[in-house]
């Protein structure tokens, strides 16, 4: 079975880092594109940065510059260095693998979806 299992959610003052990670199982790690989203109560699910099987990684535009995706392939983890955390980036955090080897936009190609893990940043 494919599961998806994030961590390193938490609580954090604004101008602060977190480093999530996605422990992928039962899944052909790096052959697929896989990504992280997120959404806030009352929004929709939007993209953060996804890799594709070329290693070409894209960011929203409101994340570009402070956010790097990253993948360690010996353990089978995605990670998400999120640095200079702002307010607006509270929300829960979903790890991703797409039915594409390439990354579409929007989360239609999204196969499977990790439980989330809660990103909160105070003011």
């Known amino acids: 079975q494919v599961r998806l299992v994030e961590s390193g959610g938490g609580s954090v003052q604004a101008g602060g880092s977190l480093r999530l990670s996605c422990a992928v199982s039962?899944?052909?790690?790096?052959?697929?594109?896989m990504g992280w989203f997120r959404q806030a109560p009352g929004k929709e699910r939007e993209g953060v940065a996804t890799?594709?099987?070329?290693?070409?990684?894209v960011y929203a535009d409101s994340v570009q510059g402070r956010f790097t995706i990253s993948q360690d392939s010996a353990k089978n983890t995605l990670y998400l260095q999120m640095n200079n955390l702002k307010p607006e980036d509270t929300a829960i955090y979903y790890c991703?693998?797409?039915?594409?080897?390439?990354?579409?936009?929007?989360?239609?190609?999204?196969?499977?979806w990790g439980r989330g893990t809660q990103v909160t940043v105070s003011p």
């Open positions: 991703a693998a797409s039915w594409e080897r390439l990354c579409p936009r929007g989360t239609a190609h999204i196969g499977f």
């Open positions: 039962g899944f052909p790690f790096g052959s697929y594109c």
């Open positions: 890799v594709d099987v070329e290693g070409s990684v």
